[in-house]
């Protein structure tokens, strides 16, 4: 048969292609979103083509207009009526524009933006060379200790990379809570990862520390990352649809066009709840909830302090709009099967993270583990299934990054030769050697443990009321409790500062540039501004709080 035969055999034989349509993009809606991710690939074309000596700036500069300009969208959606009347779904059906989406969104711009100020600091570290150092490694592919690395200090290298890496976490966590379908969760969540994993292993100091730390989260995350996968997959089997909305309809049985070839599996209650339960287990570890919390302490101790901050506050309020979104508008058909579960999960995560800290000595990992009993508090609140139970929520996210933040701030100032003082032995005496940073650190710390007129206490309010009024009381009792296990240590830490005598040989405080006092004063002003008067804010939450499907 001869070359022309074949030639005509297959163009013939291929069906004619009908016309694609084009797919249809809001750019207005999916603005804040996309000026991220701008800026992160800008931040890449910096890293190729800006001289080294002007990066840092240029860095700062993309990234601070960036997220303010990402934030003012969100405030421009949210006034233009997106959060209420004109919530809607957008990207083809991938993204939703509504309250808690925008609401979530920019509660992670602002404190993104809080967070790069401490990426940014570079007075805390004695000068090295002549150069001013930051929190991150000189160079992160030279091994530590070797001699590129030592090289690399003295040439006054920097990884301005952080910016970039930084800008992308973000994007994938504005996506995170507002993905209405299943694959772009799953996309989201890899895009704010992989960055994370990557900034853990940057610490200047401690630097194999802080690459274990890395490997855990890394090796961890993976492990909970297939299991979110595979609890999409057995979804997607279930419902034969990655849309929220779909597998909603499919969950409760009104579903009207089913195909025939999915027909045979659709309605398989086994593959319902195996799959819900692998999907929300890996939205747990996200937030840190028990048993999935494992990687929290290790994290969190080993990151640089200032990623530390960022991770904490942001990578909460992402992963918690996330399980919002996905209880209350894919399985609250499922709501029997899944509310026992998560009763389970917020005691022994309430009580865990109390517990546990008490036992802790360095401040870092205390603080892993309160961050570990937050969580617990806040899942009485997802627990109340009510909208006051979404409001309250919101609220307590908003409230608890800026104090996380502003608390791992402070952390990075005291510091002595090996760089930051974190056993807890060395804060002893801290009020009488620097009254400011002590009692700074003090508000922040009774923010945490609750303590009224402060933005903990209104918080723990909203949401236990919610908790309570959702029927849940047993557990608001269990969560009182707590609160009061986890003041202990927080009290305790503030009787070492105020009430022991410093030692000769104890840690310095830093002075820090202009970006770390910003940070910690927008913590201690959001703080008590939520603390004294939160209700404009409750109520603006309560307007974000309806989900749109």
């Not at 809606?29 to 800026?39: D, N, S, Y």
């Not at 401040?363 to 609140?381: D, E, M, P, T, V």
């Amino acid at each position: 048969m001869s070359a022309s035969a074949v030639h005509s055999l297959w163009t013939t034989a291929a069906e004619p292609i009908t016309k694609i349509d084009a797919p249809e993009f809001e750019y207005g809606q999916l603005a804040p979103t996309l000026i991220v991710v701008g800026a992160a690939i800008v931040g890449i074309l910096v890293e190729a083509f800006v001289p080294r000596k002007a990066r840092y700036h240029v860095q700062l500069f993309v990234s601070v207009v960036a997220l303010a300009a990402a934030f003012a969208a969100v405030v421009a959606l949210a006034a233009d009526g997106y959060g209420t009347t004109k919530a809607r779904i957008a990207a083809m059906g991938a993204i939703a524009v509504d309250g808690p989406a925008l609401f979530l969104q920019g509660t992670i711009l602002l404190a993104a933006l809080v967070g790069l100020f401490t990426f940014a600091e570079r007075r805390l570290d004695p000068a090295a060379h002549g150069n001013r150092v930051d929190s991150f490694a000189a160079q992160a592919a030279s091994v530590p200790g070797s001699e590129s690395e030592k090289a690399a200090v003295r040439a006054g290298f920097t990884t301005t990379e952080v910016f970039p890496l930084l800008m992308f976490a973000v994007a994938g966590m504005l996506i995170f809570p507002a993905a209405n379908d299943l694959l772009t969760l799953f996309v989201a969540l890899e895009v704010f990862s992989l960055p994370l994993y990557l900034l853990c292993a940057l610490a200047r100091r401690k630097r194999l520390m802080s690459q274990e730390a890395a490997v855990k989260y890394f090796l961890l995350g993976a492990f909970a990352s297939a299991f979110t996968l595979f609890g999409i997959a057995l979804l997607y089997g279930y419902a034969g649809s990655m849309s929220y909305a779909r597998i909603a309809q499919v969950v409760e049985g009104t579903v009207q066009d089913v195909d025939p070839a999915l027909a045979a599996t659709m309605g398989n209650d086994a593959l319902l709840l195996v799959g819900a339960a692998l999907l929300v287990m890996g939205l747990l570890f996200k937030v840190g909830a028990v048993p999935f919390h494992m990687w929290t302490p290790d994290v969190y101790q080993g990151a640089p302090t200032p990623v530390t901050g960022f991770m904490a506050a942001a990578t909460k309020v992402a992963a918690f709009g996330a399980l919002l979104r996905v209880l209350y508008v894919v399985l609250p058909g499922l709501r029997w099967d899944w509310r026992p579960v998560m009763w389970a999960v917020a005691i022994v995560t309430m009580l865990g993270g109390a517990i546990v800290a008490i036992t802790q000595t360095d401040i870092k990992r205390l603080l892993a583990y309160s961050s570990i009993a937050h969580a617990g508090f806040i899942l009485a609140g997802v627990i109340a299934t009510t909208p006051d139970g979404v409001s309250s929520v919101l609220f307590y996210l908003a409230a608890y990054s800026f104090v996380t933040i502003g608390a791992f701030a402070v952390v990075t100032l005291v510091r002595d030769a090996g760089g930051e003082a974190t056993h807890l032995s060395k804060w002893a005496g801290l009020g009488r050697r620097s009254p400011l940073v002590a009692a700074v650190f003090a508000v922040f710390l009774l923010a945490f443990a609750g303590i009224p007129l402060t933005s903990g206490f209104a918080g723990k309010f909203a949401v236990f009321k919610a908790a309570a009024e959702g029927g849940a009381a047993p557990l608001v009792v269990i969560g009182v409790i707590s609160s009061a296990i986890a003041a202990f240590f927080y009290i305790r830490v503030i009787v070492l500062m105020f009430f022991s005598e410093p030692r000769p040989e104890g840690p310095t405080v830093a002075v820090p540039s202009p970006l770390t006092m910003t940070a910690i004063g927008v913590g201690v002003a959001v703080t008590l501004v939520l603390g004294v008067a939160p209700q404009y804010f409750l109520d603006l939450a309560g307007q974000a709080g309806v989900f749109v499907r």
